[in-house]
């Protein structure tokens, strides 16, 4: 059972590239979250899905999209990079159900924009 | 507003020595809270939750945590830390009505020395 797979896991891009972070879980879960780690930061959440074909935004959404066509992925589309989207990306699901509150998480994508 | 403050970024215990970890939370809602791991180079894993009933809660590694509403804190604890402990926590609060949509705290990086 592998979990949340975030792949890849470092990448280095220049200034007004384009990129996805992928993110796949095959636990079945309806919920699925991206958020951001800066250092002194926590985590701040990016978008979030409640289950294939719905997304809404999270804190910080400006400079990414998302798009949720099946269960099991949820790709993080970074249009035009820059410098202030250097950050470690987190991925994670979490089962339906308000008794299942606990979020699994992917192991990270770092990012850097040059 | 709703925020989370954990007070310490760094804390350095002795191995062996008792270990506490502040967490303070502003929620409207009646709160589910959370307290999280990373390891380096990982992703998040769920110590611990508190959702209601009893306000001392237990959670995995031989950690616990106490939710006082009159303090709005939700602080972590553990009578002897191993030097495995070394880690960044994080305190997360949440509610039933969010989609399991969190707010983290900025968290607080444990050092262990011999």
């Known amino acids: 059972n592998a979990g949340v797979t975030q792949t890849p896991k470092f990448r280095i891009l220049k200034i007004g590239q384009s990129m996805t972070l992928q993110c796949a879980q095959d636990m079945n879960h309806n919920y699925m979250y991206w958020y951001r780690q800066d250092p002194g930061m926590g985590l701040k959440l990016i978008y979030y899905s409640v289950g294939a074909g719905i997304t809404d935004k999270g804190e910080v959404p400006n400079g990414y999209n998302v798009s949720r066509s099946t269960t099991e992925d949820f790709p993080l589309r970074l249009e035009l990079a820059a410098p202030s989207q250097t950050s470690v990306y987190f991925c994670?699901?979490?089962?339906?159900?308000?008794?299942?509150?606990?979020?699994?998480f992917g192991s990270g994508t770092q990012l850097s924009v040059l | 507003a709703q925020s989370v403050t954990q007070p310490d970024i760094h804390i350095t215990v002795s191995e062996g020595a008792s270990l506490e970890l502040r967490c303070n939370y502003s929620?409207?809602?009646?709160?589910?809270l959370f307290w999280y791991v990373q390891s380096p180079g990982q992703g998040l894993q769920l110590l611990l939750k508190?959702?209601?009933?009893?306000?001392l809660v237990q959670g995995i590694k031989g950690f616990e945590a106490e939710f006082k509403r009159s303090q709005s804190s939700f602080n972590l604890r553990k009578p002897s830390v191993h030097w495995s402990d070394a880690a960044e926590y994080f305190c997360a609060v949440g509610a039933s009505n969010q989609g399991g949509k969190l707010i983290f705290g900025q968290g607080t990086e444990l050092s262990v020395k011999p």
């Open positions: 929620y409207g809602a009646t709160p589910y």
């Open positions: 508190y959702f209601s009933g009893d306000t």
């Open positions: 994670a699901s979490k089962a339906e159900g308000s008794t299942n509150e606990k979020l699994f």
